[in-house]
């Protein structure tokens, strides 16, 4: 079964490179030492203030909380001079009247409390919101954001797409109220009352070399020349390296000897967690695409450096466990 989130994260993220300290050159893996894009400590989640019975009151109070204002998917963001989060403060109506079903405790960012408000479509008119800002997707935008607020945004994204999802118990059909400052969804029903806390799908990707070289697969949407590691998603009753050998045999055809761990990424579209490996083949194991890819061949690094293969973008974990066979690690 094929995976495809990281092969293209939308038009302009093949062009750009990751903001903070400056733009990163496109042909430039992360660093090895370096959380993957959308994780590391952006925020303290402090889970055991979820619990606390007065937590909005609370927040409310403080005059330090920072609200991230969400519309289903999308979040409220200024886009110029550069994507950035719109923060507001509990003087704004979008915080203040929030319902408290709307609002969702995410933790500590910048060492101040921020809260997710999330509103309708309907609500949005009647709200005084920021005019320079916009609720945009977070995905063509995630190349030019801070890694920080990158972060910040695919948590609350992901929570919000789980929230919504979770609406009605999947044991009695009965509505569902959220408790836990928005981290649980409890059934209404008397009698009934199961939890639901966040999911996620968990996905493995994985870099297959035989030493020298590096095995790649393409999809047929994808623009022309774009190769990227094989992927898929782990399922029920199979181990992490069991769904290694099982999606690199199924997509192309090759035997794996073995497989290592190297890291992993939160990927909020909408809801996967990518663990990423590094995975051995016998050398000339020929290498065939199947009906989920178009291609799937052997690159050298010469053929790589070369440009003979389009990579990823260079904050995904594709593009990082490439990077790092390409640097002979």
């Known amino acids: 079964m094929r995976w495809a989130g990281q092969g293209v994260l939308g038009s302009s993220a093949m062009d750009n490179g990751l903001p903070g300290s400056g733009a990163m050159d496109n042909n430039r893996p992360m660093e090895s030492d370096r959380p993957n894009f959308f994780s590391g400590p952006y925020i303290e989640r402090r889970a055991e203030e979820r619990g606390q019975v007065d937590w909005v009151r609370t927040a409310l ?28 403060d509990g003087r704004e109506a979008a915080a203040a009247a929030a319902d408290e079903s709307r609002l969702v405790l995410l933790g500590w960012f910048r060492e101040q409390r921020c809260v997710l408000v999330e509103i309708g479509d309907e609500d949005e008119s009647s709200l005084a919101l920021p005019g320079e800002a916009s609720f945009e997707e977070l995905r063509p935008l995630s190349p030019l954001l801070g890694g920080d607020e990158a972060g910040l945004l695919a948590y609350a994204r992901a929570l919000s797409i789980w929230r919504a999802r979770q609406r009605f118990c999947g044991a009695c059909g009965a509505p569902t109220v959220p408790r836990r400052a928005g981290h649980c969804m409890r059934c209404s029903r008397e009698g009934c009352a199961q939890e639901f806390f966040p999911r996620l799908d968990p996905a ?11 095995l790649l697969g393409r999809q047929a949407a994808w623009p022309p020349g774009r190769y990227s590691t094989i992927a898929g998603f782990v399922e ?22 073995g ?13 996967s967690i990518m663990v990423g490996f590094r995975a051995w083949a016998r ?9 989920e890819l178009e291609d799937a061949r052997w690159f050298s690094r010469e053929e790589i450096r070369a440009g003979a293969a389009l990579l990823p973008p260079v ?3 594709s593009r990082r466990l490439i990077g790092a066979w390409m640097d002979g690690k």
């Open 315 to 317: 904050h995904s974990i």
């Open 236 to 257: 029920p009753g199979e181990s992490l390296e069991d769904a290694v050998a099982r999606e690199v045999m199924e997509e192309t055809g090759v035997p794996v000897d």
């Open 283 to 291: 050398p000339d194991s020929p290498a065939r695409g199947d009906g």
């Open 259 to 271: 497989a290592r761990y190297d890291s992993s990424q939160p990927w909020p579209f909408p809801a």
């Open 204 to 214: 493995i990707i994985v870099l297959v070399t035989d030493g020298e070289r590096a």
């Open 61 to 88: 109070e403080d005059p330090r909380t920072l609200y991230l204002v969400g519309r289903g998917s999308r979040q409220l963001l200024y886009t110029q001079p550069e994507p950035r989060i719109a923060f507001l």
